[in-house]
């Protein structure tokens, strides 16, 4: 399973960013996808996930009503819209596909065995 994350930036505040994430080596549509970051000196967070179907989507607290998390199962694609991006919300953001099939929209980084490479996110103030 191969996830390729793209989209990251600098960005001013009060910006908007799209990230995407193409899947490939195994069937995309049944898998839950996540997007998770990780500032420096941090650990790694969760910020949003969706489940198989793109029927139910689940985001962290920083993010609910800025970030919106989609998937185009046509395209092996999950995405990432950003908006009224903050200095805080600076990190590299991953990708990752979960382990089991028809999974729903986990929050938990054990769920997912596939990760993609990340793409940085800079937001100035």
């Known amino acids: 399973v191969q996830l390729q994350a793209s989209g990251g930036g600098l960005v001013q505040a009060g910006g908007s960013l799209r990230l995407s994430c193409a899947a490939s080596g195994r069937t995309f549509s049944s898998y839950g996808m996540a997007w998770f970051r990780q500032a420096p000196g941090r650990e790694r967070e969760f910020v949003s996930a969706i489940n198989w179907r793109g029927s139910s989507s689940y985001l962290a607290d920083s993010v609910k009503g800025r970030f919106t998390i989609s998937r185009d199962n046509a395209k092996n694609t999950v995405y990432l819209q950003m908006n009224s991006l903050k200095p805080e919300d600076t990190a590299v953001y991953y990708c990752?596909?979960?382990?089991?099939?028809?999974?729903?929209?986990?929050?938990?980084?054990?769920?997912?065995?596939?990760w993609g490479q990340g793409t940085q996110v800079t937001v100035s103030s």
């Open positions: 990752a596909s979960a382990s089991r099939p028809y999974s729903s929209a986990y929050y938990r980084t054990y769920e997912y065995g596939y």
